[in-house]
Protein backbone atom coordinates (compact mmCIF):
# COMPACT_ATOMS: atom_id res chain seq x y z
CA UNK A 1 0.00 0.00 0.00
CA UNK A 2 1.30 3.48 -0.80
CA UNK A 3 1.40 6.16 1.59
CA UNK A 4 1.55 9.82 1.15
CA UNK A 5 3.07 11.92 3.61
CA UNK A 6 2.95 15.63 3.50
CA UNK A 7 5.39 17.86 5.24
CA UNK A 8 6.72 21.86 5.44
CA UNK A 9 3.63 23.35 6.50
CA UNK A 10 3.19 26.37 9.06
CA UNK A 11 1.94 29.36 9.67
CA UNK A 12 3.69 32.62 7.42
CA UNK A 13 2.49 35.99 7.29
CA UNK A 14 0.90 37.21 3.85
CA UNK A 15 3.78 37.59 1.40
CA UNK A 16 5.39 35.12 2.48
CA UNK A 17 6.41 31.80 1.16
CA UNK A 18 6.31 28.49 2.21
CA UNK A 19 7.59 24.82 0.89
CA UNK A 20 5.12 21.07 1.01
CA UNK A 21 7.05 17.99 0.73
CA UNK A 22 5.21 14.90 -0.23
CA UNK A 23 7.12 11.65 0.31
CA UNK A 24 5.95 8.53 -1.10
CA UNK A 25 6.73 5.39 1.19
CA UNK A 26 8.28 3.31 -2.12
CA UNK A 27 11.79 2.07 -3.53
CA UNK A 28 13.38 5.00 -4.98
CA UNK A 29 12.20 5.83 -8.57
CA UNK A 30 9.05 4.19 -7.88
CA UNK A 31 6.95 7.04 -7.51
CA UNK A 32 7.23 7.20 -11.45
CA UNK A 33 4.69 4.28 -11.18
CA UNK A 34 2.19 6.87 -9.72
CA UNK A 35 1.82 8.42 -12.64
CA UNK A 36 -0.08 11.86 -11.78
CA UNK A 37 0.66 13.68 -8.64
CA UNK A 38 -1.70 16.17 -7.45
CA UNK A 39 -2.38 19.12 -4.44
CA UNK A 40 -5.57 20.17 -3.16
CA UNK A 41 -6.93 21.53 -0.60
CA UNK A 42 -9.39 22.33 1.72
CA UNK A 43 -10.58 25.88 4.06
CA UNK A 44 -12.68 25.04 7.15
CA UNK A 45 -15.85 25.00 6.05
CA UNK A 46 -15.70 24.81 2.24
CA UNK A 47 -15.14 21.94 0.15
CA UNK A 48 -11.85 20.35 -1.05
CA UNK A 49 -10.46 21.95 -4.07
CA UNK A 50 -7.34 21.25 -6.70
CA UNK A 51 -4.79 23.42 -6.84
CA UNK A 52 -1.88 21.95 -8.70
CA UNK A 53 -1.05 18.62 -10.73
CA UNK A 54 2.48 17.40 -12.64
CA UNK A 55 2.99 14.80 -14.92
CA UNK A 56 5.04 11.42 -14.70
CA UNK A 57 8.07 13.00 -16.14
CA UNK A 58 7.44 16.12 -14.64
CA UNK A 59 6.98 17.87 -18.10
CA UNK A 60 3.26 18.93 -17.60
CA UNK A 61 2.05 21.07 -14.96
CA UNK A 62 -1.71 22.31 -14.61
CA UNK A 63 -2.78 25.34 -11.98
CA UNK A 64 -6.01 26.51 -10.73
CA UNK A 65 -6.55 30.19 -11.54
CA UNK A 66 -6.52 30.95 -7.77
CA UNK A 67 -2.60 29.79 -7.29
CA UNK A 68 -1.26 30.49 -11.01
CA UNK A 69 1.77 32.66 -10.88
CA UNK A 70 1.91 32.35 -7.31
CA UNK A 71 2.64 28.06 -6.52
CA UNK A 72 4.80 25.75 -8.70
CA UNK A 73 4.36 22.16 -7.95
CA UNK A 74 7.36 20.07 -8.89
CA UNK A 75 8.88 15.93 -8.29
CA UNK A 76 12.38 14.79 -7.83
CA UNK A 77 11.34 10.47 -9.02
CA UNK A 78 14.62 9.89 -7.97
CA UNK A 79 13.53 10.90 -4.06
CA UNK A 80 10.08 9.70 -4.48
CA UNK A 81 9.21 13.22 -3.44
CA UNK A 82 6.71 15.78 -5.07
CA UNK A 83 6.98 19.50 -3.99
CA UNK A 84 4.28 22.86 -3.40
CA UNK A 85 6.47 25.81 -3.54
CA UNK A 86 4.00 29.07 -2.17
CA UNK A 87 4.76 32.49 -2.74
CA UNK A 88 3.49 35.45 -2.31
CA UNK A 89 1.47 33.85 -0.08
CA UNK A 90 -2.41 35.22 0.53
CA UNK A 91 -4.90 34.88 4.07
CA UNK A 92 -7.32 33.36 1.43
CA UNK A 93 -4.39 30.36 1.12
CA UNK A 94 -4.96 29.31 4.45
CA UNK A 95 -5.89 25.39 4.25
CA UNK A 96 -4.74 21.91 5.28
CA UNK A 97 -3.57 20.92 1.95
CA UNK A 98 -3.34 17.29 0.59
CA UNK A 99 -1.19 15.42 -1.62
CA UNK A 100 -2.87 12.89 -3.96
CA UNK A 101 -1.15 10.36 -6.59
CA UNK A 102 -2.95 8.50 -9.77
CA UNK A 103 -2.24 5.12 -11.35
CA UNK A 104 -5.79 5.82 -12.75
CA UNK A 105 -4.39 8.17 -15.40
CA UNK A 106 -1.54 9.14 -17.07
CA UNK A 107 -1.92 12.88 -17.37
CA UNK A 108 -2.42 15.83 -15.40
CA UNK A 109 -5.50 16.36 -13.89
CA UNK A 110 -7.51 18.20 -11.55
CA UNK A 111 -10.52 15.27 -10.74
CA UNK A 112 -10.49 14.46 -7.61
CA UNK A 113 -11.82 10.84 -8.48
CA UNK A 114 -9.23 10.15 -10.56
CA UNK A 115 -6.91 9.79 -7.67
CA UNK A 116 -6.17 6.60 -5.82
CA UNK A 117 -3.61 7.53 -3.59
CA UNK A 118 -4.44 10.35 -0.69
CA UNK A 119 -2.15 11.88 2.11
CA UNK A 120 -3.09 12.95 5.53
CA UNK A 121 -2.58 16.83 5.30
CA UNK A 122 -0.66 19.81 6.19
CA UNK A 123 -1.96 22.68 7.38
CA UNK A 124 -1.04 25.98 5.70
CA UNK A 125 -1.69 29.23 7.77
CA UNK A 126 -1.25 33.01 6.10
CA UNK A 127 -1.84 35.68 8.47
CA UNK A 128 -3.08 39.23 7.87
Known amino acids: QVQLVESGGGLVQAGGSLRLSCAAS???????????MGWFRQAPGKEREFVAT????????YYADSVKGRFTISRDNAENTVYLQMNSLKPEDTAAYYC??????????????????WGQGTQVTVSS
Open 100 to 117: AGSRSVDRPTDRQYEYNY
Open 54 to 61: ISRSGGST
Open 26 to 36: LPPFSIYYIYT
